[in-house]
């Protein structure tokens, strides 16, 4: 069986078609070159899409939670609680949890992962329809009934011997000393109703001067928190320092669009984009011609 032959066209221009075939090389090598870098671009920008943090921690980074689990916090702010909690678990964040009363406990090491919390959200689910109970704040005024607290809505490890009077200076003084021992990225998270005792209104003075003075940055989510307990820390850190409602909704998106909030990957586009292009100019370019002699 005779094989299958080729059509072609005679030509005496077999130098410049030499000529030709090393230019077309040339730009093959050089294509190929450029396609190889814009890969190599597309990976190392692949890895650097990871999940945005919330913006609870300095930098978007992670730090030291500090959870006040006093009796004065009560049902009716456990869903500031949970929200707080639930975003965190929602993200890559690498977090330590301090939970504090009258005393401080550090329950989670610094670097655990945000995932880490969830367990500890259903202690923190209201009852329904949960009375607001006020308390005496810093002035001793009533703050509403004289309603017994309500417990958890479901008994905790804490319920009944960890919560007691505030003092939020010991859960500050144990994240700071956490920091202190890790060597972790100074940022810390309070979360509180900031219904301090009076008779640690100095201390807690004196801890929010020492983090000024080391440089840890303090954010605060206030749990409905009233003026005269917002005082002095709107004095010492500025009201800069406390999360405000936006920024609260904001980071809880995270769960409640059961996804991870990200930046559009508008770098690893432009890099797909210069792929394509050098593929098409790959075909338009370098076109291949064959010959042979005669």
Known sequence: MSGVRRSGLPTSAVRELEQTARRTLVRHVGLALCAVAVLAAALLLSTRLGARPTSYFASGGGGVIVLDLSTSVEPAKYRRIQRVLRSLAQTSTRVGLVVFSDDAYEMLTPGTRGDELRPLLPFFEPPPAAPIVRRSGRSGRSRGGSQELPSFGRASPWTGTF??????????????????????????????????????????????????????????????????????????????????????????????????????????????????????????LCGRVSWRRA
């Open 163 to 284: 919560r007691g009077g505030t003092k939020i200076s010991a859960g500050l003084g144990e994240a700071r000393r956490v920091i202190e021992r890790d060597g972790i990225q100074p940022s810390v998270l309070l979360i509180s109703d900031l219904d301090d005792s009076a008779l640690d209104t100095e201390r807690l003075t004196q801890e929010l001067i020492r983090y000024e003075a080391d440089g840890i940055d303090l954010r605060v989510v206030p749990l409905f928190a009233f003026n005269e307990d917002r005082d002095l820390f709107e004095q010492l850190l500025g009201e800069e320092a406390f999360v405000q409602n936006r920024e609260l909704l904001g980071n809880s998106a995270i769960e409640e669009r059961q996804t991870l909030v990200g930046s559009f990957p508008s770098a690893l586009v432009v890099a797909a984009a210069a792929l394509l292009a050098l593929l098409a100019l790959n075909e338009r």
